[in-house]
Nanobody
Framework: QVQLVESGGGLVQAGGSLRLSCVASGIIFSINAMGWHRQAPGKQRELVAHITSSGRTTYEDSVKGRFTISRDNGKKTVYLQMNSLKPEDTGVYYC?????????WGQGTQVTVSS
């Protein structure tokens, strides 16, 4: 049974920082690409950051230079360090598996950035 458990969300003022964590079980974590998506109220879910099994990263344009995705294969955990947060970063952040074991998502963690 695959489980992805996110944590680290919360309420923060604009300019602040949060670190999201996602612990995976039931998959061969080290061979999978992982990523973070977010869904703002009334909007579609969008990719925020992605990391391959070899550690190559990609970011959505609006978070480049502010967010950093990383992984610890020994802990089966993917992180999202979010700095200089803006109100438009508000949303539910979901951790996902992007291959080769595709299609698994966590339950999401709420991030709220106040102005």
């Amino acid at each position: 049974q695959v489980q992805l458990v996110e944590s680290g969300g919360g309420l923060v003022q604009a300019g602040g920082s949060l670190r999201l964590s996602c612990v995976a079980s039931g998959i061969i974590f080290s061979i999978n690409a992982m990523g973070w998506h977010r869904q703002a109220p009334g909007k579609q879910r969008e990719l925020v950051a992605h990391i391959t099994s070899s550690g190559r990263t990609t970011y959505e344009d609006s978070v480049k230079g502010r967010f950093t995705i990383s992984r610890d294969n020994g802990k089966k955990t993917v992180y999202l360090q979010m700095n200089s947060l803006k109100p438009e970063d508000t949303g539910v952040y979901y951790c996902g598996v992007f291959g080769p074991e595709n299609g698994y998502w966590g339950q999401g963690t709420q991030v709220t950035v106040s102005s």
